[in-house]
């Protein structure tokens, strides 16, 4: 049975930045890409970023590339997401998910419970 628990998500003014966890459970962590996605209300789910299981190729939605960084520590089983430059709407509950880096929820079979980011004007 594979978890993943985020923590890192909050209260944060426009412009400024947060760092949201993603931890795992399990041997297997370095051998799945991971995605971070995320969800606003009255809004789909989205494709946020990705990470390969090495650690070496990234991929991110438009809407955050040059603001937020995903990356991942595979002794710890924990990827990572750096927000910067928040904006009001990144404001939304981040997910991770297990399974690939590429947008489209069906490509991915464990998520987490998310965490809420709330960015004010």
């Known amino acids: 049975q594979v978890q993943l628990v985020e923590s890192g998500g909050g209260l944060v003014q426009a412009g400024g930045s947060l760092r949201l966890s993603c931890a795992a459970s399990g041997r297997t962590f370095s051998n799945y890409a991971m995605g971070w996605f995320r969800q606003a209300p009255g809004k789909e789910r989205e494709f946020v970023a990705g990470?390969?299981?090495?650690?070496?190729?990234?991929n991110y939605a438009d809407s955050v590339k040059g603001r937020f960084t995903i990356s991942r520590d595979n002794a710890k089983s924990t990827v990572y997401l750096q927000m910067n430059s928040l904006k009001p709407e990144d404001t939304a509950v981040y997910y991770c998910a297990r399974g690939s880096m590429l947008p489209g929820a069906r490509r991915y079979d464990y998520w987490g419970q998310g965490t809420q980011v709330t960015v004010s004007s």
């Open positions: 990470i390969s299981w090495s650690g070496d190729y990234t």
